[in-house]
């Protein structure tokens, strides 16, 4: 697949991206300036603050722990525009637990990929109400053009994409090329991190910069491990989402009538 989603030009998100032009079933495609995905919105600047009124948002969805948010609180200044918080507290996918793990020396690149396994089958092992409570949040009209984030805009983010697209009708190759682009849209803004830590190290704190490098990134089988116990589970990814995220056939028509042109 040719297609590589389009990363808006925002200076304070790195991975901001429409989610509009995959193709679906039945030569169908999912509209762009509808639905974004996004990192956190924190450190958005006046010029990031136009650039929103000029895609039109209307709703945010946070998908951070309430330790990501005391942190780094989103920073959007219209007022019309409805900010909704939808955790998913899984430990193995938040940022700032992972990165104080990596301050402290205790995190090597095999333990971080690891995490990111564990994560992903957390999604739906544990989380899969959530996950469920975002596809209809996805349902309401009224909400769109429509943003959902995470911390880095890869992980929790990255299962909640690839479960819209599923219901959209893209099949798997689509999905995982959606997922797997982070690495693309993001690989300059990696590099630059790693090359701080290892060129530059902050005093007292031991950073293992390919253990950086590998949660700052995504792989095939963080998704595609979560994907496999699905099929074990319910049969198949539909199966998944008809049984445990509570999203019919008729939920998922009337999402491709919102989201596919």
């Known amino acids: 697949m040719d297609h590589l989603p389009t990363k808006l030009d925002f200076e304070g998100a790195h991975n901001f991206r429409d989610m509009g032009g995959y193709p679906l079933e039945g030569g169908r495609r999912v509209r762009t300036g509808r639905l974004f995905r996004s990192d956190h919105l924190g450190r958005l600047t006046d010029a990031d603050q136009q650039l929103l009124d000029d895609i039109s948002l209307r709703t945010v969805i946070d998908l951070r722990r309430q330790e990501e948010r005391d942190e780094v609180l989103d920073?959007?200044?219209?007022p019309e525009v409805e900010q909704l918080w939808l955790p998913v507290s899984a430990e193995a996918a938040d940022?700032?637990?992972?990165?104080?793990?990596?301050?402290?020396?205790?995190?090597?690149?095999?333990?971080?990929?690891?995490?990111?396994?564990?994560?992903?089958?957390?999604?739906?092992?544990?989380?899969?109400?959530?996950?469920?409570?975002?596809?209809?949040?996805?349902?309401?009209?009224?909400?769109?053009?429509?943003?959902?984030?995470?911390?880095?805009?890869?992980?929790?983010?990255?299962?909640?994409?690839?479960?819209?697209?599923?219901?959209?009708?893209?099949?798997?190759?689509?999905?995982?090329?959606?997922?797997?682009?982070?690495?693309?849209i993001t690989a300059n803004y990696v590099d630059g991190l790693v090359d701080g830590v290892t060129e530059a190290p902050v005093p007292g704190m031991d950073i293992n910069g390919e253990a950086l490098r590998k949660l700052m990134q995504v792989e095939r089988d963080y998704l595609g491990g979560a994907l496999a116990l699905m099929h074990e589970r319910h049969g198949s990814v539909v199966g998944?989402?008809?049984?445990?995220?509570?999203?019919?056939?008729?939920?998922?028509?009337?999402?491709?009538g919102l989201l596919s042109e």
């Open 240 to 256: 998944f989402i008809e049984e445990a995220l509570d999203f019919g056939a008729d939920k998922r028509a009337s999402l491709a």
């Open 75 to 78: 920073r959007v200044d219209n």
């Open 95 to 184: 940022v700032v637990t992972l990165r104080r793990s990596l301050e402290r020396g205790e995190m090597g690149p095999e333990e971080a990929v690891e995490f990111l396994r564990i994560a992903n089958r957390q999604f739906v092992e544990v989380f899969s109400t959530v996950f469920g409570d975002f596809l209809h949040l996805l349902l309401e009209e009224h909400r769109y053009p429509l943003v959902f984030h995470c911390s880095a805009g890869k992980d929790r983010v990255g299962f909640a994409a690839a479960m819209t697209l599923f219901a959209l009708g893209a099949d798997e190759e689509t999905v995982m090329h959606d997922y797997l682009a982070t690495n693309h």
